[in-house]
T-cell receptor
């Protein structure tokens, strides 16, 4: 079975600074999808960014970018110019394209942005 | 959340009681999912439905049943609730298994 590991249970960053959240995964698949989701205190699950394994270019969405290292099975999220509204739980997720039963989420990283 | 309605938002049950969590999406998407979220464990897939009339087990299906009544609705049923099923439950949908999932607001379920 696939596994997703987020090794940082909690992190904090000063407003306007940059922070990187780590995620590693284990799979024998060559084609898959990776996602970062944000869960603020409101409990909503909000998609942050998506990466397709067959694309070498790292995905970017405004202040959010990823460092996808396929050989190392690493998928880290970088948040630039951190804002107070970025305070949330962040979940890394692995989605295989053909077997929903192998979808896995990491345990999450609680990020606090300090003023 | 736009596109998906999940009810109820909160529920307290006694051990052995039954209940059904409802989920409906108005985006006409094929795939729907039920997850549970427990502290320190992220989200775990309970059941999913790739299309109307089909359902499949996920990572943690024991103690649950589901029903995909039509394309819009996907319900989760606890036949005999147990304290171990105390959790936050999320419904989600997507266009297909490789598309991002969109989540409901969650149901906080406590079983005493």
């Amino acid at each position: 079975a696939q596994t997703v590991t987020q090794s940082q249970p909690e992190m904090s960053v000063q407003e306007a600074e940059t922070v990187t959240l780590s995620c590693t995964y284990d799979t024998s698949e060559s084609n898959y999808y990776l996602f970062w989701y944000k869960q603020p205190p409101s409990r909503q699950m909000i998609l942050v960014i998506r990466q397709e394994a067959y694309k070498q270019q790292n995905a970017t969405e405004n202040r959010f970018s990823v460092n996808f290292q396929k050989a190392a099975k690493s998928f880290s999220l970088k948040i630039s110019d951190s804002q107070l509204g970025d305070t949330a739980m962040y979940f890394c997720a692995f989605f295989p394209p053909y077997n929903n039963n192998d979808m896995r989420f990491g345990a999450g990283t609680r990020l606090t942005v300090k003023p | 959340n736009a596109g998906v309605t999940q009810t109820p938002k909160f529920q307290v049950l006694k051990t052995g009681q039954s209940m059904t969590l409802q989920c409906a999406q108005d985006m006409n998407h094929n795939s729907m999912y039920w997850y549970r979220q427990d502290p320190g464990m992220g989200l775990r897939l309970i059941y999913y439905s790739a299309s109307e009339g089909t359902t499949d087990k996920g990572e943690v299906p024991n103690g649950y049943n589901v029903s995909r009544l039509n394309k819009r609705e996907f319900s989760l049923r606890l036949e005999s609730a147990a304290p171990s099923q105390t959790s936050v439950y999320f419904c989600a949908f997507s266009g297909s298994s490789n598309q991002p999932q969109h989540f409901g607001d969650g149901t906080r379920l406590s079983i005493l």
